[in-house]
Structure formats: C-alpha cells, structure tokens
C-alpha cells in the first residue's frame, strides 16, 4: 500500500534520448511535486501541480514538461537528456497547497546519463 | 531569497551520547518549518511542522524547537536506527509557495 510511488526506480540512458519518469499517489491528494536532488543532495523544487493545474513552474529548462492526467498521476517528461541532468528525481503529493500541509515523498528516481 | 543552512554537515554520536542539529533560515514570512528524515536511496520522511517560534515538538527520541531565526533538533539518547539524514525545509508565507531545503546533517550513532 505504497502511498506515493514512482516507476522507474532506476534509469540509465544515453545523452540526447527522451525519457519519462510516472508517478502515482494513492493517499487522495490534491497537490503533486516534482524535486531533483543533485550530487551535493540539495533538494530542490521544481514543479507542483493542485488539481491537474500547474501552480509552480521553478526555473527549469524547457527540456522538462510535466504532465497531471489526473490529481493522482504527475508524470515528468525530459527531452534530449544532457549530463547534467544526472540526479535522483522525487515526486512528492500534499493534501493541498495551504497550511499545515506535509509533503510525502516517493522513493525517488535515480537517473543516470551516459 | 528564502535561504536554509543546516549545521553541522555531518555528526557522529555514540549510542546514548545526545545532540542537537541546528537550522539557520531566512525567509519572507515563515508559514511552516519542516524537519524530514531521509534514509540512503529512500525519499524525505515527514517528521514535524514548527509554525511559530516557542513552539516544540516531540517524536520519541527527538524534540524540535523554533526561534524567529532557527531552529533546533535534539536527539535524546540515540541508537543506531535513529543513524539517517535529517533535512529543514522552510515555507515562506503568501500563495503557492514552495518548501526551500537546507543541505541536511548526516547523522551517524554508532553503537
């Protein structure tokens, strides 16, 4: 009964590929995250969707398009793959985006680029 | 800019020996500090949201307090399984705003 799970768990891929990173929460959330956590384990924002409607869009190259097909699911998407793009992705949910409101996390995608 | 800095980088107890983490911010407004855990290849796990300072918060071992420009995570007689980082996010007040994190502390007790 994972509460927020994110596939793949590893990924490994050449520079210049696209690849999509999904996510599901299963705890009736309206508020979902995307985090990158880089070598030094800085974690830092870098989207979050209320209700399928994007509320935060940090200062991400445009290589990287979210998409909410539901208020359960926020997938991440990353075109052209550079090596810098290298880190560990999470994807965390909330109940909404007001007070008092925890993020949980998932377990994280570890993503490598050769 | 909302800034997070966490001290010390890293700290290494002896099973029983108790400490504190320290967690500097600066920030427009605090809505809520947040204290996580995080383990190797796992991701942050919520341990307690501070709204105001004076306030504190306990979970078995561990108590975290609040002052207008930091705070503090106190570990009562560790034991190994406590061993994990420990990561301060802080939210700033007004819209959608989002959690900035510190570095973390990686803490180590050692039995």
């Known amino acids: 009964d994972t509460a927020v799970s994110q596939t793949p768990k590893y990924l490994v891929t050449q520079m210049g590929n696209d690849k999509s990173i999904k996510c599901e929460q299963n705890l009736g959330h309206d508020t979902m995250y995307w985090y990158k956590q880089d070598s030094k384990k800085f974690l830092k924002i870098m989207f979050s969707y209320n209700n399928k409607e994007l509320i935060i869009n940090e200062t991400v190259p445009n290589r990287f398009s979210p998409k909410s097909p539901d208020k359960a699911h926020l997938n991440l998407h990353i075109n052209s793959l550079e090596l810098g793009d290298s880190a560990v992705y999470f994807c965390?949910?909330?109940?909404?985006?007001?007070?008092?409101?925890?993020?949980?996390f998932g377990d994280g995608t570890r993503l490598s680029i050769l | 800019e909302d800034q997070v800095t966490q001290s010390p980088e890293a700290l290494r107890l002896q099973e029983g020996e108790s400490s504190s983490l320290n967690c500097s911010y600066t920030?427009?407004?605090?809505?809520?500090l947040f204290w996580y855990r995080q383990d190797p290849g796992k991701g942050p796990e919520f341990l307690f949201t501070?709204?105001?300072a004076g306030e504190e918060k306990e979970k078995e071992r561990l108590k975290a307090t609040l002052t207008k420009k930091e705070s503090f995570l106190h570990i009562t007689a560790p034991k190994p399984e406590d061993s994990a980082t420990y990561l301060c996010a802080v939210q700033a007040a007004g819209g959608n705003t989002p959690l900035v994190f510190g570095k973390g502390t990686r803490l180590s007790v050692i039995a």
């Open positions: 965390a949910s909330s109940r909404t985006t007001g007070y008092n409101q925890p993020q949980h």
């Open positions: 501070l709204y105001s």
């Open positions: 920030v427009s407004g605090l809505r809520g």
